[in-house]
């Protein structure tokens, strides 16, 4: 089974930058669509991007659209979030998390494994 550690979160102001990294173990990593969710306590998980397994499609919620870049690095077994441009509603828990399938969606019901997650904190 596939194991997830995300990492790269941190406190910043709006404005800057930050990436995000998910570290994969196990097997079949090109097997797999990965992507991006963000959660705060009390609320809804979110949809932030995906990406298949050999980019060929890549799919961003409209509130990241022209500020984050999903990405991946098979041979790392690593996916990345690069969040350009973060405001204070940028303020969650981010996860990775594996499809089994060669498509990317945004339903956090369909997807296998999941990270820990890292916090990003965005102050105005």
């Known amino acids: 089974q596939v194991q997830l550690v995300e990492s790269g979160g941190g406190s910043v102001q709006a404005g800057v930058s930050l990436r995000l990294s998910c570290v994969a173990s196990g097997p079949s990593f090109i097997s797999y669509s990965m992507s991006w969710f963000r959660q705060a306590p009390g609320e809804e998980r979110e949809f932030v991007a995906g990406i298949t397994w050999n980019g060929g499609t890549i799919l961003y919620a409209d509130a990241v659209k022209g500020r984050f870049t999903i990405s991946r690095d098979n041979a790392l077994q690593t996916v990345y979030l690069q969040m350009n441009n973060l405001k204070p509603e940028d303020t969650d828990v981010y996860s990775c998390?594996?499809?089994?399938?060669?498509?990317?969606?945004?339903?956090?019901?369909?997807?296998?494994?999941w990270g820990q997650g890292t916090q990003v904190t965005v102050s105005s």
């Open positions: 998390a594996t499809l089994y399938s060669a498509v990317v969606v945004a339903g956090g019901g369909d997807y296998d494994c």
